[in-house]
């Protein structure tokens, strides 16, 4: 080839690339999101508005926390409070990888759009410092809330403990959504200064728990519920002793009959009972450390007794609150 036609093909070549790199380079970032790294998450996202495109990105992102978080919470507080209980510790990895794929973000940054054929592609960052310290912060309020409960916690006596027990549980849930989604965000996270704390309180409230000894006392009206709470509290291993015990429940339920006209036979044939059903706990020396009052209407074909001794309503609310919780109100 001689010298003319070589210049002809590198001037052609060099034509050729700046006339397509201008384009590829503005277009890379479609195919694929950088690499995340320690400070920053990166994801694409597809949708057929800008804001959602934004919401499927940022969706990608929660995807990759999540697997973070099931590979690193063997090691997290939230594994250490419950690592005596199997069934429980599978429960709570279940709602903890549920919860870090809700995460709540903020300055979260579009670094690329493309609006081609009614569909909008975006290129999301993410700076996991930023994210962190949010969360870092939900979790230190919540902590001084654990702190104030835990102060009173100490000096209450059998049946004030289980109430606060139940108080100090629900703000140790809402942390165990927190630690494994920090450690996450920052692979050298340091929850130490919660660990002995909240391991501790745990143990301690479990042992208190079973230092408890029930008597449970109702009227007529009450027997139903009475088994039921009995029930309830003998599957989380309760202890009964009508003579030496430290909590005494006593249960009295009052109930006004009703019947209501209407154009189905069916609820027309059912008798109602209006209850209201007092729920008491008094500790070992007779003070009232508790004092519940449930409003309940239950309907019957087979009459009013009958509509007063089902226990359908009080089963449902002991399901959704727990024992502890339906006993002292919370």
């Not at 690339?17 to 380079?25: G, T, Y």
């Not at 975006?122 to 702190?147: E, G, P």
Request: proline share 2%.
């Amino acid at each position: 080839m001689n010298f003319k036609a070589t210049l002809l093909l590198l001037l052609f070549t060099l034509s050729s690339a700046m006339s397509s790199s201008p384009k590829e380079s503005q277009d890379s970032w479609i195919d694929s999101a950088p690499a995340d790294t320690a400070k920053y998450f990166y994801a694409l996202g597809y949708a057929q508005t800008l804001n959602d495109a934004k919401s499927d990105a940022l969706a990608s992102v929660s995807s990759k926390i999540s697997v973070s978080v099931a590979s690193n919470f063997s090691n997290s507080i939230t594994a250490k409070r419950h690592n005596e209980d199997e069934d429980i510790l599978y429960i709570k990895k279940s709602e903890v990888l549920s919860q870090s794929k809700n995460i709540e973000y903020s300055d979260v940054k579009v670094l690329q759009s493309s609006h081609e054929e009614k569909e909008w592609i975006v290129l999301v960052q993410v700076d996991r410092s930023i994210l962190a310290a949010a969360y870092t912060r939900k979790l230190n309020k919540i902590d001084v809330k654990i702190k104030t409960e835990w102060d009173i916690y100490q000096n209450s006596n059998y049946f004030t403990k289980l109430k606060l027990s139940s108080v100090i549980k629900n703000y140790l849930e809402e942390c165990d959504e927190i630690f494994p989604l920090l450690h996450a965000l920052d692979n050298h996270y340091d929850d130490s200064p919660y660990t002995s704390r909240y391991v501790a309180y745990t143990k301690e409230m479990r042992n208190s728990k079973n230092d408890l000894v029930f008597k449970i006392d109702s009227d007529k009206y009450s027997e139903p519920l009475a088994s039921l709470i009995r029930t309830s509290l003998s599957a989380q291993n309760a202890t009964f002793n009508n003579e030496k015990y430290n909590v005494l429940i006593s249960i009295a339920t009052q109930a006004k009959k009703r019947k209501y006209k209407s154009t189905n036979e069916s609820f027309e044939a059912l008798t109602f009972a209006l209850r209201t059903a007092v729920i008491k706990a008094t500790d070992k020396d007779g003070n009232v450390v508790s004092n519940v009052v449930y409003k309940t209407k239950s309907g019957s074909s087979e009459g009013f007794e009958d509509a007063i001794a089902r226990t359908q309503k009080y089963e449902k609310m002991i399901q959704e609150k727990g024992i502890t919780a339906f006993l002292v109100g919370n």
